[in-house]
C-alpha cells in the first residue's frame, strides 16, 4: 500500500492566519483525500482532490475556507484559511480505493 | 443519508476475555464495511474488511445485512489490542468513508 508523509505533525497558529498542510505520497494516485477529526468527535471527509481539477466539497465545507492544490500525482496541500479556535483539530489526508484506505500521520493544528 | 454508530466510547475487558466492538450501519446501497485501527502513537491503519472475509490479528468481523451490523470480534483480548477502533464505510460510488465516532478498548491486565 502506498506510504503517505505529511507535514507538518503539529502547529499552533493565531487565529485569523491560514495554515499550509502538505501529503506526499510515495506513488502515483488518481484520488487523494482529506479528513478533519475535531476533538473527541470522528473522522469527518472535507474534499477529495484530483489531479488537473477543482477539488470537490462535502456539505459543509468551502474551497475559500480549505483551499487545496493538487499539481502532480503524488501530492497535495490544504490550506486552513483565516483560522479561529474552532478550526483546532486533527487533519489527515487520505488515498486509496475500495480495498482499503491509507491515512497520513495527520497534522494536530491548535488555533489561539 | 449513510450513517455509522458506534455506541461505546470506550469498551474496558481484561486480557484473555473475549471482545465484542459493536458497529451498526444506515445506507440505502450495498455496504461495504471496514474497520480501522489506531494505536497510541501510530496513525490510523485499516485492520480488516468485510469483503475479504479474513481474520487479522485474531479479530473478524460480520456483515449482517438484516441487522445492518458490522461487529468487530475477538475471542481473547490480548494487552497490544489497547486502542482505538473506527468503523467506516464506504460510499459514494466506492470513493467516500463514513466513519463511526470510535470506541477505545482498553485491555486490562
Known amino acids: 500500500s502506498a506510504v503517505i508523509s505529511q507535514k507538518p505533525s503539529r502547529d499552533i497558529c493565531q487565529r485569523g492566519t491560514s495554515l499550509t498542510i502538505q501529503c506526499q505520497v510515495d506513488s502515483q494516485v488518481t484520488m487523494m483525500f482529506w479528513y478533519r477529526q475535531q476533538p473527541g468527535q470522528s473522522l469527518t471527509l472535507i474534499a477529495t482532490a484530483n489531479q488537473g481539477s477543482e477539488a470537490t466539497y462535502e456539505s459543509g465545507f468551502v474551497i475559500d475556507k480549505f483551499p487545496i492544490s493538487r499539481p502532480n500525482l503524488t501530492f497535495s496541500t490544504l490550506t486552513v484559511s483565516n483560522m479561529s479556535p474552532e478550526d483546532s483539530s486533527i487533519y489527515l489526508c487520505?488515498?486509496?480505493?475500495?480495498?482499503?484506505?491509507?491515512f497520513g500521520s495527520g497534522t494536530r493544528l491548535t488555533v489561539v | 443519508a449513510q450513517r455509522v454508530t458506534q455506541p461505546e466510547k470506550l469498551l474496558s475487558v481484561f486480557k484473555g476475555a473475549p471482545v465484542e466492538l459493536k458497529c451498526n450501519y444506515s445506507?440505502?446501497?450495498?455496504?461495504?464495511l471496514f474497520w480501522y485501527v489506531q494505536y497510541s502513537r501510530q496513525r490510523l491503519q485499516l485492520l480488516l474488511r468485510h469483503i475479504s472475509r479474513e481474520s487479522i490479528k485474531g479479530f473478524t468481523a460480520d456483515l449482517n445485512k438484516g441487522e445492518t451490523s458490522f461487529h468487530l470480534k475477538k475471542p481473547f483480548a490480548q494487552e497490544e489490542d489497547s486502542a482505538m477502533y473506527y468503523c467506516a464505510l464506504l460510499t459514494g460510488g466506492g470513493n467516500k468513508l463514513t466513519f463511526g465516532t470510535g470506541t477505545q478498548l482498553k485491555v486490562e491486565l
Open positions: 487520505s488515498v486509496g480505493a475500495g480495498d482499503g484506505y491509507t
Open positions: 445506507y440505502s446501497g450495498s455496504p461495504e
